[in-house]
């Protein structure tokens, strides 16, 4: 009691000592969340609270996944709704397998690249009727729901109908971006009507109501993918998308249907790293972690010069062929084993100096055979079985397109094609674009172990690979992996849309966090160090333990919850 008493009074006496954590490092803003038999981590409280209802309902993990994302449409349509893409890595338990789910859409068919060149724009516009592309998401929901779900769509879809029917206090950090989306896309029929009230976006803590999402919902409920797709959701999304000079029709909704897809992997320091495909960008992650392999970070302290200057130049040259092979597969060929072999990475590697950042890298030549903001949750059952999605209108709220008494926003990912010909991403009629959103896993010996994402743009294979060198190389947990400061490099020829390889160096961004004595010898290398608030992205996980108790973590830079029972 004595000691107790003496602890006591010199936390009184010394403030710091007082706030220090029992546990964890520094930087970590609250526990891993710990759990017998389910998980969810959302970037929105409620939207966990509805995915863990849903699994207490009989659902499972799949069910709970997309009960949380229609949610999350509702709550916050600043990073993602039913006008957006997805797409998902899924463990089932059952079949002890990951399945990966592409659910990105195609460009109008009536748009052709004759169209663009004929307005003279040399990009594509990032707002307005010009960059939609069919939304995917409805299907990939009805794709993973029929091969996978196990109650009703009603009892799924349940908690986000209530919740736009009689309202929900809205959080701070989607409150923010809220507003500073208003004076961009206010502009844009529908938009205010849906969206504001008198042309003033909701503030932090203000109910609100969005009936007509409510109404498009319950028609999913009542008819599936058809739903959406046709009928009278997709006859008013082709009317007013007509009405702007825009080029999405009925066909194009009618038709579309995204795919199963297998995940592809490469093993890091004994633990195989799991992400989708191109058209995504996933690959450039894997790519990052084939680099850095080779360099023994048990003797390179995180956040010390060497640790952040490796990973910035491994980040060039896997973002230089991002650049030029990454490209819907429909339509270009991505060299994906051979970007990942040893001997190509080997070569790759030799590129990277020790001393100095590198102003101008290109994309290498692998040896190709047989001649492309957002939220992301994560959610995991009794059964066993896990769920990493990821989804995004791009750009926030994406085009601004509201169509009329439908309660969401079209997507403007068209953004990222390419309109120079040759381009293995340039544009044309029914293809999908070069894509951004990537969900990631992490298996131990076959088994399941780590479901997580980070979702932010170019930020994105960047944050998985800082993510899987947080828990694999410098030991952290899986709060901790998150929580830790984040390097974001950005090369300033890389816009949205062209992915031109960098020239000048690039920025970096370092979050708060990073000692001055770093900063300052990683300029003396070459880097361009800048200061940013917010290109950091945000980060969901949840992990298996042997014993099976589910750990969760959830971003503290959103409004997130990480929740089990």
């Known amino acids: 009691m004595k000691r107790i008493a003496a602890l006591v009074m010199l936390s009184l006496l010394n403030p710091a000592l007082a706030a220090d954590r029992l546990t964890d490092r520094a930087f970590t803003t609250r526990s891993e969340i710990y759990a017998p038999k389910a998980m ?16 207490r309902d009989g ?5 709970a996944a997309i009960a949380a994302n229609a949610a999350l449409g509702l709550m916050e349509p600043t990073g993602n709704g039913v006008g957006g893409d997805l797409f998902a890595i899924i463990w089932d338990a059952d079949s002890k397998k990951l399945y990966g789910y592409n659910g990105s859409g195609r460009s109008p068919k009536r748009l052709t690249l004759a169209e663009f060149q004929r307005r003279g724009l040399k990009d594509i516009p990032s707002h307005g009727p010009l960059p939609v592309t069919v939304p995917g998401a409805v299907d990939g929901w009805m794709a993973m729901h029929e091969r996978f779900g196990k109650v009703s769509r009603a009892k799924v879809f349940a908690g986000a109908i209530h919740y736009a029917e009689q309202g929900f206090p809205l959080s701070d950090v989607i409150a923010y971006y809220w507003n500073l989306s208003v004076p961009k896309l206010g502009k844009f029929p529908g938009f205010n009507e849906q969206f504001t009230r008198d042309g003033v976006a909701p503030k932090t803590g203000e109910l609100w109501r969005n009936p007509n999402l409510a109404e498009t919902y319950k028609r999913i409920v009542k008819d599936g993918h058809d739903g959406f797709y046709r009928g009278k959701t997709a006859k008013l999304i082709a009317t007013y998308m007509k009405e702007q000079g825009g080029y999405l029709d009925e066909d194009d909704l009618a038709s579309h249907r995204g795919e199963w897809v297998e995940p592809i992997s490469t093993n890091y320091r004994g ?4 992400e989708l495909p191109p058209n995504g960008q996933g690959l450039a992650a894997l790519q990052m972690l084939e680099l850095l392999e080779a360099y023994d970070f048990s003797k390179i302290p995180f956040g010390s010069t060497e640790h952040l200057h490796l990973f910035l130049e491994a980040k060039k040259l896997a973002f230089a062929d991002r650049a030029k092979f990454y490209a819907d597969p429909a339509f ?5 084993a051979e970007l990942l072999s040893a001997q190509y990475t080997d070569t790759r590697r030799k590129l990277i100096s020790p001393d100095r950042a590198a102003l101008a890298v290109e994309a ?3 040896a190709i055979l047989n001649e492309g903001d957002t939220i992301y949750l994560t959610t995991a059952d009794a059964e066993g079985n896990m769920v990493s999605l990821i989804q995004s209108n791009f750009r926030g709220m994406g085009s601004g397109m509201a169509p009329h008494g439908l309660g969401f926003i079209l997507q403007d990912r068209g953004e990222q094609f390419v309109l120079k010909e040759g381009h293995a991403n340039t544009y044309a009629p029914g293809k999908r674009p070069f894509h951004t959103i990537i969900p990631a896993f992490i298996t131990k010996d076959g088994a399941p172990l780590v479901s997580f994402g980070l979702m932010g743009g170019a930020m994105q294979p960047q944050g998985h690979a800082q993510i899987v060198m947080n828990l694999v190389d410098f030991g952290m947990n899986l709060q901790e992996a998150g929580d830790a400061p984040r390097i974001h490099h950005d090369g300033s020829t890389e816009p949205a849309g062209q992915n031109e390889p960098m020239q000048d160096g690039g920025i970096v961004n ?6 001055p004595e770093v900063i300052r010898s990683l300029a003396r290398k070459g880097h361009r160090i800048q200061y940013a608030d917010g290109p950091y992205g945000g980060y969901q996980a949840i992990k298996r333990l042997p014993s099976g108790v589910w750990v969760g973590a959830s971003e503290s830079r959103k409004d997130g919850q990480a929740a089990g029972y």
């Open 271 to 274: 633990y195989d790293v799991h």
């Open 40 to 55: 969810a981590a959302t970037s929105q409280p409620l939207a966990t609270q509805i995915a863990l209802q849903v699994m």
């Open 332 to 336: 270009a060929t991505t060299p994906v």
């Open 364 to 366: 290498g030549e692998p």
């Open 59 to 63: 659902g499972n993990a799949v069910d």
């Open 510 to 515: 370092l979050e708060h966090g990073f000692a």
